[in-house]
């Protein structure tokens, strides 16, 4: 049985290839085999071909239900949401990125469209005892969706670190009018002036007190 290439160690030339589309017989043999790969391991819950070496357009997802992704391609997305992910090929290594809340996608074995959304689907009336539930099964519904589209983006060639977005902030420094009271202190020494008057002191050792 094949494993999972772990990119950190070892070489992997499909990671960033887009791979070769695929019969449905031919995807569905492959995606019994990433099952029982994925079964084995314990610790994923997607896998794409590329991730252990074969070059085919197919992919398996199991978050509520096992799917087969042959050949998929996205049809649309909406509603733009941060989230945080990792990779079984980049272990130990998550990332920030940026997802679709809704996503409805078209495969090779599917006549229709598949839709995947982590939306409120309005359930009103609920008990308390039931509220839990429901978000519990908002999350799992957003976590499939970010899920397919991480495995279609393996099937592309794009890896989750090409996804990565910067969540550091620069603080900036707030600006001060000419006109602005401002404390200035040297010392014990304590002053409370116009901005403009207290340039002069500034440069002479004072600082403005925050």
């Not at 996205?74 to 290594?93: A, D, M, Q, R, W």
Request: aromatic share 6%; hydrophobic share 35%; glycine share 8%.
């Amino acid at each position: 049985m094949k494993k999972v290439i772990d990119c950190f160690k070892d070489d992997n030339p499909l990671i960033q290839k887009k791979l070769r589309e695929v019969s449905v017989e031919e995807g569905l043999e492959i995606a019994t085999e990433l099952f029982q790969i994925l079964n084995k391991r314990g610790d994923g819950i997607g896998l794409a071909a590329n991730q252990v070496g074969i070059d085919a357009q197919v992919a398996v997802v199991n978050v509520r239900e096992p799917l087969v992704l042959i050949n998929p391609k996205i049809v649309s997305k909406t509603n733009e949401i941060p989230y945080y992910e990792g990779c079984l090929s980049f272990p130990g290594k998550g990332v920030h990125t940026k997802r679709y809340e809704t996503i409805e996608i078209a495969t090779a074995q599917e006549e229709g469209t598949m839709i995947f959304s982590g939306i409120d689907i309005g359930e009103t009336g609920k008990g308390t005892w039931e509220t839990d539930k429901i978000k519990q099964d908002r999350e799992l519904r957003t976590l499939e969706a970010v899920c397919v589209q991480h495995e279609i983006d393996h099937l592309n060639g794009m890896r989750i670190l090409d996804r990565q977005i910067d969540t550091t902030y620069i603080r900036t420094e707030k600006k001060i009018g000419r006109n602005n009271l401002v404390t200035i202190k040297k010392g014990d020494a304590v002053k409370v002036l116009k901005y403009k008057k207290a340039q002069k002191f500034l440069n002479q050792g004072w600082s403005i007190n925050d």
